[in-house]
């Protein structure tokens, strides 16, 4: 069974079985998502210690939550987004000392939220040392994040009734299974055109207990601060960046996710922890860079954006980090998405004046993407990207094996032969062909037919190299090819591989799973002229090598012809021809031995021969010897 046809079944299923909620509003739909989220939340003791799926981060949920009509909040025991969760149960608080943070804490033995202990007061100051780590680790992000980066502050909640004063709020409460940590956004600010929101951060009291992490609880601390205390600066330049539509009733942040992992990166480079992503990525390139989901928690489908970080690690280590920060900047100039629809373009379009637009960015990124793992270029490409892992030649769905990397080492390949495969993209999903050269003579001839019409953004780029060999050049088409193309690669005869990769560059399009065919000729050369080639200009008719006591005519055509030879004598008797049929971009060869139409050998001298094909003449001078 396929993927599309599981899909197909359990909708067909759920239409027979649930006929009273065909009408199921999508605000069940979207409580029913992020459901388990709020239920972890709501009882952490229980799932404490149980294997529960990761959840990165907890914003998405309560953005999706904060979305909801009030009688789902309440379901979910969040009716109230400005009273905060914890503050009656936390009870102290310590200020850092940059004086950025208000970090609320719980000491006391009884309190489900006591701090780790084990850290000790050894400054004996009364502050337990676990609590200045947290002030000092989010001291240092507010000076990365703001004072090196140059990202703006956070909206200041001091101004707020919710606030608290105008430090940023982060509570440490009791673990909640696998989930790193949360950003809590309260309710949107609008000021003009812009829709801004205060929030206040949520951590842990223990790391140790997050997967990979028992002996480096403070490097989980490091990346959730990174990447928390990112969503509240991104609440300051578009609160509304997921919303998707003007109810900001459907959210998507897979934008804000992808960046707040590439800021973990940039922060804390040698914790790594989006290496835990990878894998709910990097096989599914052929889904959009857009897709995001919630539930269930675990599935790729939740962890996809997080694994998607590589894509701002791209901009950031291609174009300079400061991509990002414009990209924020205009995300910030429309309220709701307008990432990929158009601040991506315009951040292109300002750091390298112009040069590169999305299309040519979004095809040199799959280029990054295929060069991981056991294909890493050393010093190109992702700077990490010997440590990810790879774009799949197969895939496994349901027990069975499919090629997701299309692999051809015979041809020509017919357009109706490449139509079935269960892995075509999305829009910004990525598909890619390997074409193996060995069986291939000196050009691919590759045609491409994107089947739903000429509506659909099509790019293709296409790229050669010695598989054999990492440290040889990679050849890159610097034409970028779109939908019914027909284009040539050539002088491949050092590269092992050539790869093409379709995607679909339209922001607009939102369509999955579209279909294209592709062809590869036949012949593997195509003429671009007719050619004559001779040789050797001197037969010895003693000699025991036919080649040397033989003339040999090549001719190479560029349409189905008719090739002509002729001998003549020095006194213009013709004594020889041979008349021959050549197909388009084949050749034919032509052979004179040095006799006459009777077969009887030619006396010493020099012989004319003339050579045509079609208009095409040659005539060249030929000394035989006896
Ligand atoms: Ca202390
Ligand atoms: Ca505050
Ligand atoms: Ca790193
Ligand atoms: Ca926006």
Not at 20 to 42: G, H, T, W
Not at 255 to 276: K, L, R
Not at 310 to 336: D, H, N, T
Not at 426 to 451: A, Q, R
């Amino acid at each position: 069974m396929t993927f599309r046809s599981i899909v197909l079944a359990a909708a067909l299923l759920a239409a027979v079985l649930l006929p009273a909620v065909c009408f199921a509003d999508e605000m069940a739909d979207a409580y029913q998502s992020i459901k388990p989220f709020f239920d972890r939340l709501n009882n952490p003791s229980v799932s404490a210690g149980d294997s529960l799926p990761i959840i990165k981060c907890g914003t998405p949920y309560i953005l999706q939550a904060m979305a909801l009509p009030l009688q789902y909040r309440r379901a979910l025991g969040f009716a109230d987004s400005v009273s905060r969760w914890y503050a009656k149960d936390i009870p102290k608080y310590f200020d850092s000392p940059a004086g950025h943070f208000r970090i609320h804490y719980a000491d006391s033995a009884g309190s489900d939220h006591q701090i780790d202990t084990s850290y000790g007061d050894h400054n004996a100051n009364g502050v337990p040392d676990y609590v200045e780590i947290v002030a000092r680790i989010a001291d240092s992000v507010w000076a990365h994040h703001i004072d090196q980066l140059g990202f703006h502050e956070p909206l200041n909640d001091g101004d707020y009734y919710w606030g608290q004063g105008p430090l940023y709020d982060i509570y440490l409460t009791a673990p909640i299974a696998n989930l790193y940590g949360a950003t809590w956004p309260e309710p949107f600010i609008t000021n003009g055109s812009r829709i801004r929101a205060t929030s206040w951060m949520q951590l842990f009291t223990h790391y140790e207990q997050l997967t990979g992490y028992r002996y480096r609880p403070i490097e989980a601390l490091q990346v959730t601060i990174a990447h928390e205390f990112f969503h509240a600066i991104q609440f300051w330049y578009d609160a509304s960046e997921a919303c998707t539509d003007a109810n900001c009733s459907k959210l998507n942040p897979y934008w804000m996710e992808m960046s707040a992992v590439w800021m973990e990166e940039e922060t804390y480079d040698n914790v790594n922890d989006y290496y835990g992503y990878l894998s709910s990525y990097f096989p599914y390139v052929h889904h959009s860079l857009r897709t995001f989901s919630t539930s269930p928690p675990g599935d790729w489908s939740t962890l996809y954006c997080y694994g998607a970080g590589v894509f701002p690690m791209y901009l950031s280590q291609r174009f300079g980090k400061e991509i990002i920060k414009k990209a924020w900047e205009y995300c910030g100039e429309v309220s709701g998405s307008n990432f990929l629809e158009s601040a991506i373009q315009a951040a292109l379009t300002d750091v390298t004046n112009g040069q590169v637009d999305l299309p040519h960015a979004w095809t040199e990124y799959s280029r990054w993407l295929y060069f991981t793992g056991t294909r890493t270029r050393p010093g190109q490409f992702f700077e990490e990207a010997a440590n990810y892992p790879m774009v799949p030649t197969e895939f496994e769905l349901a027990g069975d094996m499919y090629p997701y990397i299309r692999v051809y080492s015979s041809y020509p390949i017919k357009p109706n032969e490449t139509g079935a495969y269960t892995f075509f993209p999305d829009g910004f999903g990525i598909n890619y062909l390997d074409f193996k050269t060995t069986s291939l003579d000196s050009v691919l001839t590759f045609g491409f037919d994107g089947t739903s019409g000429n509506l659909f953004d099509w790019r293709l780029s296409v790229m050669a190299f010695d598989q054999n060999h990492l440290t040889t050049p990679i050849w890159v088409d610097n034409e970028l090819h779109a939908d019914k193309d027909t284009f040539e690669v050539k002088n491949f005869h050092s590269y092992s591989d050539i790869v093409v990769m379709p995607t679909l560059v339209n922001p607009a399009l939102k369509l999955l799973n579209n279909q294209y065919r592709f062809s590869v000729d036949d012949t593997s050369i195509v003429f671009k002229e007719n050619r004559i080639v001779y040789g050797p200009s001197k037969i010895m008719l003693s000699d025991p090598q036919e080649s040397n006591r033989s003339l040999l005519v090549t001719v190479r055509a560029i349409e189905n012809s008719t090739v002509q030879m002729k001998v003549y004598t020095a006194a213009a008797e013709r004594i020889f021809s041979v008349q021959k049929d050549v197909v388009k971009n084949d050749e034919v060869p032509l052979r004179w031995s040095g006799k006459n139409e009777h077969g009887e050998e030619v006396s010493s001298g020099v012989y004319i021969v003339q050579v045509r094909i079609n208009n095409d003449d040659k005539m060249f001078k030929v000394l035989v010897i006896r």
